[in-house]
């Protein structure tokens, strides 16, 4: 755009043989060190935390009533909209055909491991669930007929939940195979035995490739569509069915846009930091962070807008229960964390982001992606724990906003080991699974070059069909 | 990308400026073709004027029917330009050049049907001015009343008319410049005023790219705002239970950019076969735009089924007994099942397979259905909410169209492709630097033994 | 005065006859447009008061009840914020008033009017020759292309204010009749001051009986509607 002006004019590519891919990223994954041991050590203590925090929470009130869990719903939606959104930025750059993502798509996928942590949360959660009979849900419970469908809510959130977790393994794991196999050639012992059965056989033929992209094109379609009704679902079944006449469609759509926009600041952190300790500045470098620094603004005006489309409904239309909703959420008890939330997920994004400066830089993205996520946090807490807070969720409408429930300290510890679990669960993945992503990140060095144009030297890029 | 053949720039001003310096003489039948309906349009109107809107089949409690339905229907096509044009331009994807006049200027006539409705639609329509500021009796502080979504309606569609007028106006400079250059008499005067003192030196060249960047960007917001502010005109009200939902504002932008970008292929199709511009509007291009519409319209769909689930969520009258209208009751349950089929469930299926995608008359087919399909869902938002208000029963209600709607819907057809074709006849619809610059930014790079279609990028 | 003026009405469906007087003196006070056949099923009869007849039960056991509907003045009305003109708005005496002049006819105020009680001239009134002396001098005439309510005859509660401030006093209740209040012959329509303590309408609304249609909307109806419910009767299926 700037055809050679005083801005200069940088272009970045990769500039590596195979041999030389293969042996950066294989041997920062095969090499731990004290520093890693010590991480993982820090991060498995403040974990345990959280299960003892959950455990005296347990031992105090009891699994009975789903009324002191709000915190620890927070936690399972703020995992799934950080860690299990993670993926999206892997598959749908993939479908676009953008080299972009190249380096950092492993980066993506690899979150999904913290889905086993969402798997384990769910279970005291769905105990606690109050059943669906006699109240609003989106499996229309004995609407249909008496007793129909049959278990629900709880089927049906396990079947959502445990569905997204397989897709996210089998999609992390079908992306891996080309580099398992590349890494079981020099790897020795439990490695070398691992490597070789997930590489299932890869040598690369030709029919090889066809059906690992088949796999890949399917195997991300199915998540997108998972990740997005599983979104839908926790967000009714965990937050807007535990409110009396909340009848908030645009709801689940908001917290699937939240999942984009957690997702993106998700992988930004995720890839400064990996940068950084694994060397991979040549692999990660401004084209990742421009990117997604331009999607990471995108969605958080979009973010503004849902919410604003929600508010305007609700707020125009004066009815009893209406206001009610706007005090609960927004309003009320929570208003500190809602303008919090506002400033962090709408305001910093914007007016950090809006600036040419900040967003092609490697530090200001990656700031923003710091707030984002905090600002994430806090919004699930809000949606949560003021959702768990009405106590007569069979009421036919919202009569009268309870007070905000301050978190217990069990409450502090418990979000602490949910945050610490997921990301003790990706440390330890990544010494498994390489980082970056061997076989595309080659696969774009053959289709990118830099080629004069009339004096000035340009990026070439290859569509194939 | 497949191979193409080599255009030099002497074919692409040739070709593309067919249409307006050896205009051929079917293109003046098809315009005179068409006028007979606005002018039957215009009479329409007129008759409606003269008579009052009673004309309509209006009554109570239906008092918003098929003109609405119409309004929102183009304001929603008009989605389209900045769709393509904007967020194709900021993505720098090579695919978008035949499209972004074409589809801007669909978005300026589309919007300016559009705002033709209110003038229909209104009891007293030659009060229509009271409506913007400065209003009625601003002399005794009476301003137009900002809480109504009739006054943010206005507001919305000047500001993204205006803003895509400009758009255009001001990326045709250079496409004028070369008009200017090959005409003669009358209009070379015209276009010289129109080209601005165009020279096509460096910094003029600099501040178009710039000037194309900037606008992209800050029409955006425009562009979703717009169609938010038209669903609010339904979603705040809390007397009609079926409209008074959360997620209007994305749900009608969604499938405002569906119906849009759908418009804008059968647009493309039609002046390919038109103008035989084969080498111009490529099956690569439609093969692109129908992925596009794939994303759209799953994402379009995911909405449209948690509105229609939200209905039955609190489990109450009046709008379970609205529902059953829509699936139930004759003509609505027709009606659903063909919006159904049309706005997805042919054309999305279709579009999975690259042969259909890269065959121009089925593109152009399944387009128009789901046009067909889009204006049916307008209508099945509209028409039953109203005839099923509240519990009431002693005041549910019916509708059923007068011809003079009828016209004046078919009327606004006729509008916008003449509009269109209008265009057409005097500036180069698909924007020659455009065409010469995919040209030389078009290259290849040799894979192993083969030669993959690539383009230069400048980031 | 001291207390402001909040004019209300108590409508009691257990006397209603569905007689309909009230209907006709309503239109013979406001100059509303004549009703032929074709107009009512065109859906397009104006009646700023009507009575809504509701079956209830199966044959033989079926009954009629009678509800006089009319504008309910709501104190939230969500007619208001609408209008893009300000031709609907709430003055200080509780009513929700409707300017004709300024009308434009968007029609966005019967849109969101949850009882359904405002009409619109599709077509120019027109009275025959022999009418034209029936018409109420007080009264605008509307044009075509605009919206029209009950206004609680605020004509008659001007004259009366008028006339009542000539003679030196205050208004007590039972100074202003509304049309329909006046006809209606088992005085179930009672009219008044609901910020007045010894009004017979605010006795009324806080006597027991007394209940908002669509209350949950939240628009504070100035309109109460009053009715026994048996708290034994079997509740039955109702239909128009």
């Known amino acids: ?465 | 990308m497949q191979q193409r053949p080599a255009l030099t720039e002497i074919d692409i001003n040739r070709d593309l400026l067919r249409p307006i310096l050896a205009t051929p003489m079917w293109f003046y039948g098809l315009l005179m073709f068409l006028g007979i309906f606005v002018a039957a349009a215009l009479g329409a109107f007129a008759w409606a004027i003269n008579h009052g809107t009673g004309v309509y089949g209006l009554n109570r409690p239906v008092m918003w029917g098929f003109l609405l339905v119409n309004f929102v229907f183009w304001v929603g096509i008009s989605h389209a330009g900045v769709m393509l044009s904007a967020i194709l331009r900021l993505c720098n994807a090579e695919w978008r050049r035949p499209a972004t006049r074409a589809a801007e200027v669909l978005t300026v006539f589309a919007l300016g049907t559009a705002a033709l409705h209110p003038l229909f639609h209104l009891g007293r329509p030659w009060r229509i001015y009271w409506s913007m500021p400065p209003g009625y009796d601003f002399g005794r502080g009476i301003w137009p009343d900002i809480r109504s979504p009739f006054v943010w309606d206005p507001t919305a569609i000047s500001t993204y008319l205006t803003s895509t007028a400009l758009f255009v106006g001001l990326l045709l400079l250079p496409d004028i410049a070369v008009l200017r250059d090959r005409s003669s008499g009358m209009m070379q005067r015209v276009y010289s005023m129109l080209s601005l003192g165009w020279r096509g030196n460096t910094r003029q060249w600099k501040l178009q790219v710039i000037a194309g960047f900037l606008l992209s960007a800050l029409i955006l917001p425009v562009f979703v705002s717009v169609h938010s502010i038209v669903s609010w005109d339904f979603a705040v009200q809390i007397a009609v239970e079926g409209w008074n939902a959360t997620i209007f504002a994305p749900y009608f932008v969604i499938g405002a950019v569906h119906s849009g970008v759908a418009g804008v292929i059968s647009i493309l199709a039609l002046l390919r076969w038109m103008f035989k511009w084969e080498n111009y509007i490529r099956d690569d291009h439609f093969d692109a735009l129908a992925r596009l519409m794939i994303v759209v319209a799953v994402g379009w769909f995911y909405f449209f089924i948690i509105e229609f689930m939200m209905g039955f969520y609190p489990n109450e009258e009046p709008e379970l007994s609205l529902r059953a209208l829509q699936l139930t009751e004759w003509p609505f349950n027709a009606a659903f099942i063909l919006f159904a089929l049309t706005s997805f469930f042919i054309p999305v299926p279709l579009w999975l397979f690259r042969k259909v995608r890269r065959n121009v008359a089925l593109m152009f087919w399944t387009t128009i259905l789901v046009n067909i399909g889009m204006w049916l869902e307008r209508f099945l938002i509209i028409i039953p909410s109203l005839m099923r208000k509240q519990v009431l029963t002693f005041n549910w209600g019916s509708y059923n169209p007068s011809p003079i709607e009828l016209i004046l819907v078919g009327g606004s057809f006729a509008m916008v492709f003449t509009g269109v074709l209008t265009f057409a006849k005097f500036f180069p619809i698909i924007p020659l630097s455009d065409a010469k610059e995919g040209e030389i930014m078009a290259t290849e790079i040799r894979v192993g033994k083969v030669m993959v279609p690539a383009a230069y990028r400048e980031e | 005065m001291a207390v402001e003026r909040k004019w209300g009405m108590a409508v009691d469906a257990d006397k209603c006859t569905g007689c309909q007087a009230c209907v006709v003196s309503c239109q013979a006070e406001n100059n509303i447009p004549l009703n032929e056949s074709d107009h009512f099923l065109q859906r397009r009869a104006i009646q700023w008061i009507r009575i809504e007849r509701y079956w209830e039960g199966n044959f033989p056991e079926v009954k009629a009840r009678f509800v006089p509907m009319l504008c309910q003045h709501c104190e939230n009305a969500p007619c208001e914020p609408v209008c893009p003109v300000f031709a609907t708005y709430h003055n200080n005496e509780g009513l929700n008033v409707q300017v004709y002049n300024r009308c434009i006819g968007t029609r966005f105020c019967a849109n969101n009017d949850p009882w359904n009680v405002r009409f619109f001239n599709f077509w120019e009134p027109v009275w025959p020759e022999t009418m034209r002396n029936q018409l109420n001098s007080d009264v605008t005439i509307r044009s075509r292309g605009i919206m029209e309510k009950c206004s609680f005859c605020v004509q008659r509660i001007r004259r009366t204010v008028r006339e009542v401030t000539r003679e030196g006093r205050e208004i007590v209740d039972g100074d202003v009749t509304p049309a329909c209040v006046q006809s209606c012959p088992t005085n179930a329509l009672v009219f008044g001051d609901l910020n007045d303590p010894d009004s017979q309408v605010d006795k009324l609304r806080k006597g027991g009986r007394q209940y908002r249609i669509l209350d949950h909307l939240g628009t504070e109806p100035s309109v109460y509607y009053l009715k026994k419910v048996d708290p034994h009767a079997v509740t039955e299926e109702s239909h128009a």
């Open chain 1, 1 to 465: 755009m700037h055809n050679g002006g005083p801005h200069g004019h940088h272009v970045d590519l990769l500039e590596r043989t195979s041999a030389e891919v293969n042996k950066e990223v294989l041997g920062w994954t095969t090499r731990t060190s004290s520093k890693y041991w010590l991480l993982v050590l820090a991060l498995a203590a403040v974990t345990v935390l959280g299960v003892i925090g959950f455990i005296m929470k347990a031992g105090d009130g009891g699994l009975d009533s789903h009324l002191p869990w709000g915190y620890l719903a927070a936690g399972l939606a703020f995992v799934l909209t950080t860690s299990l959104s993670a993926p999206l930025i892997a598959i749908a750059p993939r479908l676009a055909k953008a080299h972009w993502t190249r380096p950092i798509s492993r980066i993506a996928e690899l979150w999904s491991v913290a889905g086993l942590l969402v798997l384990l949360i769910m279970i005291p959660l769905l105990i606690t669930l109050p059943s669906a009979a006699d109240r609003n849900t989106m499996w229309f419970y004995n609407k249909i007929a008496e007793g129909w469908p049959p278990g629900a809510p709880y089927l049906y959130i396990v079947l959502t939940l445990v569905f997204l977790v397989i897709n996210g393994f089998g999609l992390l794991w079908a992306s891996a195979i080309p580099d398992f196999a590349a890494a079981r050639e020099n790897a020795t012992g439990w490695r070398k035995t691992w490597y070789t059965r997930l590489s299932l056989g890869w040598v690369g033929t030709k029919r090889q490739w066809r059906a690992l992209r088949a796999g890949l094109g399917v195997l991300g379609a199915l998540y997108f569509m998972f990740l997005v009704f599983a979104h839908t679902v926790v967000s009714f079944d965990f937050a807007q069915s535990l409110v009396p006449g909340q009848r908030d469609s645009i709801f689940p759509t908001w917290q699937a846009l939240g999942g984009i926009q957690a997702a993106l600041a998700t992988v930004i952190v995720t890839a400064f930091i990996v940068r950084l300790a694994g060397g991979f500045k040549d692999y990660i470098n401004i084209n990742q962070f421009w990117s997604l620094a331009k999607l990471m603004l995108a969605s958080s005006l979009l973010w503004m807008y849902f919410w604003w489309s929600g508010f305007i409904v609700l707020w125009y239309g004066k009815t009893p229960l209406q206001q009610n909703l706007l005090d609960l959420m927004w309003f009320g008890p929570y208003l500190t964390i809602f303008i919090m939330t506002i400033l962090l997920s709408f305001a910093a994004p914007l007016l950090l982001l809006m600036w040419n400066g900040v967003r092609k830089s490697i530090l200001g993205p990656t700031i923003v992606a710091v707030l984002i996520l905090a600002g994430a946090f806090l919004d699930k807490i809000r949606i949560y724990v003021s959702s768990y807070s009405i106590e007569d969720v069979n009421a036919h409408a919202l009569d009268h906003v309870p007070a905000g429930v301050t978190p217990e300290s069990a409450d502090i510890m418990i979000l602490m080991g949910v945050v610490s679990g997921s990301i003790l669960l990706f440390t330890l993945a990544l010494k498994f699974v390489p980082i970056i992503n061997m076989w595309e990140v080659r696969e774009g060095m053959l289709l990118q070059e830099i080629r004069p144009l009339k004096k000035l030297p340009l990026k070439v890029i290859a569509k194939p069909e």
